[in-house]
Nanobody, 115 residues
């Protein structure tokens, strides 16, 4: 059974930084099969960042230049470095990995950006 655990969230002031971690256990995966998502209160879950099959990171426009996804194929941990955080980044952040065609989600880590 695939198990994902996110951590690293918290309360941060605007302009601050956080580093989220996602630990995956129970299955091997390729970085291209993992993505970071977020869901703000009252909003739908949205994709935030991922890594293409060619190893190129991709980001939603609103976080480009501020967020960095990283990880190493063969390792079970993936990170999301978030800088210059804005109040609109406030959300529950999730990682998702696709294994054997199925989506596997963690329970999320809460990021609150507020002064």
């Amino acid at each position: 059974q695939v198990h994902l655990v996110e951590s690293g969230g918290g309360l941060v002031q605007p302009g601050g930084s956080l580093r989220l971690s996602c630990v995956v256990s129970g299955a091997g995966f390729s970085l291209r099969d993992l993505g970071w998502y977020r869901q703000a209160p009252g909003e739908q879950r949205e994709w935030v960042a991922g890594i293409s099959s060619s190893g190129i990171p991709n980001y939603r426009d609103s976080v480009k230049g501020r967020f960095t996804i990283s990880g190493v194929n063969g390792k079970n941990m993936v990170y999301l470095q978030m800088t210059n955080l804005k109040p609109e980044d406030t959300a529950m952040y999730y990682c998702k990995v696709v294994t054997s065609g199925a989506d596997n989600w963690g329970k999320g880590t809460l990021v609150t950006v507020s002064s």
